[in-house]
């Protein structure tokens, strides 16, 4: 059981490439969630999704998109590079459920554009 | 949208002393209140959570107390050890947000002294 898995750990990207950030789950939770962590701030929620086939804007989801064909995976796309999105990003999943439940979270990938 | 805010920003303690991080919360429909802990390099990972229906919760040296009428809470760590050096985030959950979306303190670097 690895549970979330986030690839690559480490990009560096030239303004105005694109590139998606890969994260996995295997523990068969409905909730996924894409946040940034910018240096000693906190975490600022991007995208999120409900279930397969559903995503939704979260606080900062301008530049970025998202998809959710299966369960398991929540791909993060960068289609136009920009130094504000120099961050680490941090996928997220949970259970779903009427009761809040546990976030659990991927080790992040560490993206630099310059 | 929820706004918490998180304090002290950085906490020395001695080994063996308490250290005590405290967060405030904007939005009084959050129900649920999750503490994380980030070693550096890794993603966070909660350590302990507490709903809005109960004042105080435990685990070992570990405690967090919820004021709803004053929306403030707080992480209360007894007989600390060197190992719970880290970055402490805390959070807060609107009901009816999205995926129970969390909104996140800025973080507390914590450094025990052996």
């Known amino acids: 059981n690895a549970g979330v898995t986030q690839t690559p750990k480490f990009r560096i990207l030239k303004i105005g490439q694109s590139m998606t950030l890969q994260c996995t789950q295997d523990?068969?939770?409905?909730?996924m969630y894409w946040y940034r962590q910018d240096p000693g701030m906190g975490l600022k929620l991007i995208y999120y999704s409900v279930g397969a086939g559903i995503t939704d804007k979260g606080e900062v989801p301008n530049g970025y998109n998202v998809s959710r064909s299966t369960t398991e995976d929540f791909p993060l796309r960068l289609e136009l590079a920009a130094p504000s999105q120099t961050s680490v990003y941090f996928c997220?999943?949970?259970?779903?459920?009427?009761?809040?439940?546990?976030?659990?979270f991927g080790d992040g990938t560490r993206l630099s554009i310059l | 949208g929820e706004n918490v805010e998180q304090h002290p920003s950085t906490l020395s303690v001695q080994e063996g002393d308490s250290a005590v991080i405290k967060c405030t919360y904007s939005d009084s429909a959050s129900n649920y209140f999750p503490w994380y802990k980030q070693e550096l390099g890794k993603g966070p990972q909660l350590i302990i959570d507490i709903r809005s229906n109960v004042g105080e919760k435990k685990d070992q040296r570990i405690a967090v107390t919820l004021n709803k009428t004053a929306k403030h809470f707080s992480l209360h760590i007894t007989e600390t050890q060197p190992e719970d050096s880290a970055v402490y985030f805390c959070?807060?959950?609107?009901?009816?947000?999205?995926?129970?979306?969390?909104?996140f303190g800025t973080g507390t670097r914590l450094t025990v002294i052996p």
């Open positions: 959070a807060a959950s609107p009901v009816g947000t999205g995926a129970n979306n969390l909104f």
């Open positions: 523990m068969n939770h409905n909730y």
């Open positions: 997220a999943s949970s259970y779903s459920g009427q009761y809040n439940q546990p976030q659990h």
